[in-house]
């Protein structure tokens, strides 16, 4: 069967889940085409998690319609859970089992043939480059192991939709950059993918985002409509003391917002042009004379700060 | 239901409870600990249990009896005493474990009904040998009763059977709740498989939900009787294997006669085993850990089948309301079927109460067990 390019492989609407007073998820209506990299992101409790549960059949909304892979997933949460592939956020393998137990268990769950699961598990292995450790108990692996681990044992059966749960949390720099080529090959074969990430660059690479707070979506579009949509102007100023930067600009007239993103400070601004001087003119008056300021393209996580309001994701 | 997932899930089972040090400690030592702790203390070839004789007539025919006790070789006189207190005298110092009382007009009264009194007085302080020693006095008795009836019906040429006994009369000092050996010991393969098949069951859900692989487990198509016949899988053999253990111990170190079929015990160990295994499976199923899971299995197996089954308290001693209650208890069944397969030999026409009440509290049970688990969080 060839896959059309445009074909919605999940679809959602009207989607809502509360846990006893607290309203995790309400009302959303999604739309992901097939093979898509989708990004759920959010500050904690926004309901990511919720979502994704929700999408892999295994938490039953109060309220809403859930099509995967044109199955649905609340009426028939069996037959789509032979669609689908979820990677919950705790890792969710047996510890006691090796790499090779957990990945074989999983293929017999899924029903993939004896024979066709020791080649994808050698393929898969090969890949994420775990082969050597085929035998090790899995609760001796890393962070970044364990999660290439359960990514395999999410692909052994070729899913057609992919949910992870911040797959790369807790995971160094060169096992994600190994992950998402993994993430692009996928897409490349027509696998969608549904993701929710805490981490600002791996929100840039997904084709679309969807900006939760408190259990809505805020807005949704691909990244760059995203910062194009983002109110005011970016500047960023550099110095050897961020935080006194910082101190001394937020509040002053024109500033959306100040947020420190390493050694600088990202100042939002209604004005650029009219506002540079009068900004520069209080640091200095703060005694800070090392400061530059210099026009600056808005990253994720400026846009998710100005589009979300004051909650701020990675504050130190 | 589809076997690749049914055998996986079993294999899978079977791995973590190979890997599991108080899993295995659980499946392995508990039989042995149990079959030990039961046996602790017993010599079992006991022999020259010393007696002490305290024949208050003195006549021809009490002599015989005294000397029926000495030439079985399994009771040896230490005292020949002229007293009551001298018999407690001396099982106080531990010079005797076993006394007989002859009374003063023992052969008058044999002659007069053809029927007299013998008092045998045991320490029970070790209640191994005191079984074992009243075992053996029961024999020297049946021993003398066949002298005198064969006597007796040769002096008045009447059938044998019909006349002459003495009566024994076993009394047990120091501890009067004395049951037999042979009684009890049947009745352990109920409390091992009980505490064996509950306690490791009742971790096998709750440890999915504990150690947080259970939302990925319920993502997959695996269904719930998958889930529920894969995970008993290994716990059912592991139950029938301990259950093996515990009989052989029982017949050949033991030696608990064994007159039943073999067939039969092994049809209601394994309805047993699977009742203990769904309780134990719907407690985890409700209970999402480990320790409230076995505390809970604790109190819903062990307690019924030491207390309520007949294992070691007769049912039929128990106050009215209690004795139906009994019926309740699924090891009430089990033992009563043991107890009669190794001492009676009765076959299913002689079980076949017991057993139905298995077959309807396993299906019940199992039933009951299928439905439990829900595939969502
Ligand atoms: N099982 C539950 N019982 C009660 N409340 C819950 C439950 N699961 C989630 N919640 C609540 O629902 C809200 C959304 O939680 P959710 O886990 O979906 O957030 P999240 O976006 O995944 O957060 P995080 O980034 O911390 O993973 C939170 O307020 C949370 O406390
Ligand atoms: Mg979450």
């Known amino acids: ?316 | 239901m589809n076997i690749q997932r049914l055998l996986a899930m079993a294999y899978k089972e079977t791995l973590q409870i190979w890997r599991d040090p108080r899993s295995l400690a659980v499946a392995l030592l508990m039989p042995l600990m149990q079959m030990g702790l039961l046996g602790y203390g017993v010599s079992l070839d006991i022999k020259h249990v010393p007696l002490c004789v305290y024949d208050q007539e003195n006549s021809q025919a009490s002599r015989a009896v005294v000397d029926d006790f000495t030439a079985s070789n399994w009771f040896t006189i230490s005292h020949t005493i002229a007293s009551e207190a001298g018999i407690r005298r001396a099982m106080d110092r531990g010079e005797c474990a076993a006394a007989v009382v002859i009374p003063v007009d023992f052969s008058r009264t044999l002659a007069a009904t053809g029927s007299a009194p013998v008092q045998a007085i045991f320490d029970a302080t070790d209640v191994n040998t005191t079984n074992i020693a009243m075992g053996y006095a029961q024999g020297v008795v049946a021993q003398t009763n066949a002298t005198i009836a064969a006597r007796w019906a040769a002096s008045h040429g009447v059938q044998p059977s019909l006349v002459g006994r003495v009566d024994f009369e076993p009394s047990v000092w120091f501890n009067e709740t004395l049951e037999s050996r042979n009684f009890i010991i049947p009745g352990v393969v109920a409390v091992i498989l009980a505490l064996v098949g509950a306690q490791l069951t009742s971790l096998t859900i709750s440890r999915e939900w504990e150690r947080g692989t259970m939302e990925q487990l319920i993502s997959t198509p695996v269904t719930p009787l998958e889930v529920m016949f894969g995970k008993l899988i290994p716990y059912f053999a592991i139950g029938l294997l301990d259950a093996a253990f515990c009989l052989a111990v029982a017949v050949f170190w033991f030696h608990v006669p064994f007159r039943g079929s073999i067939g039969i015990l092994f049809v209601t160990t394994a309805l047993f085993d699977l009742v203990v295994l769904g309780i134990g499976y719907l407690i985890s199923v409700r209970i999402r850990n480990q320790l409230g899971a076995s505390q809970v299995a604790l109190l819903l197996t062990m307690l019924p089948t030491t207390l309520l089954s007949g294992y070691t308290f007769p049912i039929d001693q128990m106050p009215a309301a209690i004795q139906v209650l009994t019926y309740a208890v699924y090891s009430r069944y089990y033992v009563t079927i043991l107890r009669t397969i190794f001492l009676k030999g009765g076959g299913l026409t002689d079980l076949w109460t017991p057993v139905l009440g298995l077959v309807a509290y396993a299906a019940i049970i199992i039933w009951l067990a299928a439905r439990a688990f829900r595939k969502h969080l």
Request: glycine share 10%.
């Open chain 1, 1 to 316: 069967m060839m896959a059309e390019v445009n074909e919605i492989a999940v679809r959602v609407h009207g989607l809502s889940k509360s846990f006893g007073s607290v309203r995790a998820v309400r009302d959303i209506d999604l739309a992901v085409a097939q093979g898509e990299i989708f990004g759920l992101v959010g500050p904690d409790g926004a309901g990511k998690t919720t979502i994704m549960r929700m999408l892999a059949a295994v938490l039953r909304p109060d309220a809403g319609e859930i099509l995967v892979d044109g199955v649905d997933v609340v009426a028939e949460a069996e037959r789509a859970k032979l669609h689908l592939s979820y990677m919950p956020q705790r890792f969710g393998l047996y510890e006691d089992l090796t790499i090779a137990e957990n990945i074989f268990f999983y293929g017999a769950l899924f029903g993939v043939p004896r024979g066709e699961r020791i080649a994808r598990s050698q393929e898969l292995l090969e890949a994420a480059g775990l082969l050597p450790f085929r035998r090790r108990l899995a609760g001796q692996l890393s962070g970044g192991m364990k999660q290439k681990l359960g990514l395999i044992c999410a692909l052994i059966h070729t899913p057609r939709v992919l949910l992870l749960d911040e797959p790369t949390t807790g995971v160094d720099p060169v096992s994600r950059r190994d992950f998402w080529a993994i993430l692009y090959n996928l897409r490349e074969g027509g696998v969608t993918i549904v993701l929710s990430t805490a981490y600002m660059d791996e929100a840039e690479r997904c084709s679309r985002l969807a900006l939760l707070h408190g259990g809505e979506i805020r807005h949704c579009d691909t990244p760059q409509h995203l910062k194009a949509a983002m109110p005011g102007a970016l500047l960023a100023i550099a110095s050897a003391h961020p935080r006194d930067v910082r101190e001394a600009v937020s509040g002053k007239p024109g500033v959306l917002g100040a947020l420190l993103m390493g050694d600088r400070v990202h100042v939002r601004v209604d004005d650029a042009e009219r506002r540079i001087p009068e900004l520069r003119a209080a640091i200095a008056d703060q005694g800070i004379a090392d400061a530059v300021i210099t026009p600056a393209e808005p990253g994720i996580e400026d846009v998710f700060v100005a589009l979300l309001g004051e909650e701020k994701p990675h504050e130190p």
